[in-house]
């Protein structure tokens, strides 16, 4: 049989690739011709359509190949793998190059920093200065972000590719050292005294959506009871949420994520990650408009198909259908790099990683690197993963999130800041990433 492909360069852009796609096209039995020309009005039409069909599909998975390929070319020559630019440089020409007045301000964040002047002491002067990030005043999240920013050290990570050739370095490495230990000590859960209450910054009241703070108190006995409460508890319109022991809720937490953990099949929870993000990439207005597009062109090009089966076909209609299959395959090409784009941002691999590094550590690095944020009831705990490793250093939070494991906890609490008789309590944790 012979079949057409509307226009050689949709089909390969490549010469030799061309070559390799004629020949396997010929040992098929199918003859190749360069086909505006040729628009069939037989019943061979239909098959024609469905070759095309796959053609496309087979030729947007060779595009996304090709991007990923792209992608690492991008990356081993030294050039900018996309994604958001970080403060303290610019792209330049492909390159990222040091963005000279932002990287000052780096370098005097992690030097204050490394000196033991605070976060908020460091951003307050900043703040106070008139100096902005992006144009907006720094904020506590971007500034831990910024700090444990490997990149200001010269590395990025794909993976488990390293690359030093891509962000030039601004910071030092030994002081980006001193800087990454002093922040993880110091960033997740503000310490009193010796105390260290892990989960604050993360946990929120179900009730009020206030965050759940601290408290303390001494029993008859004369111990120390420390506790996570609600700030709503103290205005005037209260809040129904019960205090709980710091110590049982931390050790549940952490219970709960361990067990989640162990028990789900990782790989699957990476794959329905992904899946998610394919969604939501899907979802993107960019795609969006690609895809509204891509729609009205086949629509139109289907109207006009039907009018040459009526016998109008003239010059004007020729040209408009050339027209319309070129923007055609100029959206499909955008449409598969969007796409890819897309589902580059995370790698299954990375997903995993993440997910095993999580299942090895600390309690509190547990806290830190693998949860996003704990909804507290007085019978409910919904806890929130991170999926991956690092966030968008710009916070972009768009992220749907669905659950993946649920238990039930049943503990002995004591809800009376004063001490008291305990009292079983069940909580239905639920786990979302
Ligand atoms: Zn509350």
Not at 143 to 162: L, N, P, Q, T
Not at 203 to 220: A, N
Not at 310 to 320: A, E, L, Y
């Amino acid at each position: 049989m012979k079949t057409a492909v509307y226009k050689l360069d949709r089909f390969s852009r490549d010469k030799y690739e061309s070559a390799m796609h004629r020949h396997t096209l010929k040992m098929n039995g199918v003859k190749l011709v360069s086909a505006m020309e040729n628009i069939p009005d037989t019943p061979e039409g239909i098959i024609l359509e469905s070759l095309l069909e796959g053609m496309n599909q087979y030729y947007s998975a060779e595009l996304s190949q090709k991007v990923t390929r792209g992608m690492r070319e991008t990356r081993s020559k030294g050039n900018f793998p996309g994604g958001t630019v970080m403060y303290g440089y610019r792209v330049v020409d492909k390159k990222v190059v040091i963005h000279e007045d932002e990287a000052k301000i780096v370098l005097r964040i992690f030097t204050d920093y490394a000196n033991g002047k605070p976060g908020n002491v460091i951003m307050d002067e900043l703040n106070a200065e008139g100096i902005l990030y992006h144009g907006r005043p720094f904020a506590t999240s971007t500034f831990y972000r910024m700090i444990v920013s490997e990149k200001y050290a010269g590395i990025f990570r794909h993976g488990d590719e390293v690359y030093t050739n891509i962000y030039p370095q601004i910071v030092p490495t030994e002081i980006f050292e001193i800087v990454r230990q002093k922040a993880e000590k110091n960033h997740y859960g503000k310490h009193h005294g010796d105390i260290c209450y892990m989960l604050k910054n993360k946990l929120y009241c179900g009730y009020c959506g206030r965050h759940v703070g601290s408290g303390s108190g001494t029993s008859k006995s004369g111990k120390v009871m420390r506790y996570y409460r609600c700030n709503g508890r103290s205005t005037k319109a209260g809040c129904e949420s019960l205090p709980v022991r710091k110590e049982l809720l931390e050790e549940l937490v952490v219970n709960a994520v361990q067990e989640a953990l162990q028990k789900t099949d990782l790989e699957a929870l990476a794959d329905g990650i992904l899946e998610q993000g394919k969604k939501i990439a899907e979802d993107s207005s960019v795609l969006n408009l690609l895809t509204t597009e891509y729609e009205e062109t086949t629509r139109a090009i289907d109207n006009l198909l039907r009018a040459v089966e009526q016998g109008i076909f003239t010059q004007s209609t020729k040209d408009r259908l050339e027209q319309l299959e070129a923007r055609k395959t100029e959206l499909e090409t955008k449409i598969a790099c969007e796409k890819a784009r897309s589902m580059l941002v995370i790698s299954k691999e990375q997903i995993m990683e993440h997910l095993h590094a999580a299942l090895k550590r600390s309690p509190k690095q547990l806290i830190s690197y693998f949860i996003r944020k704990i909804v507290l009831f007085n019978d409910h705990i919904d806890i929130y993963c991170k999926s991956i490793e690092n966030h968008d250093p710009d916070g972009n939070d768009s992220h749907r999130e669905f659950s993946f494991y649920e238990v039930k906890m049943t503990v002995e609490v004591d809800r009376h800041t004063f001490g008291g008789e305990a009292e079983k309590q069940t909580y239905a944790v639920v786990l979302w990433i």
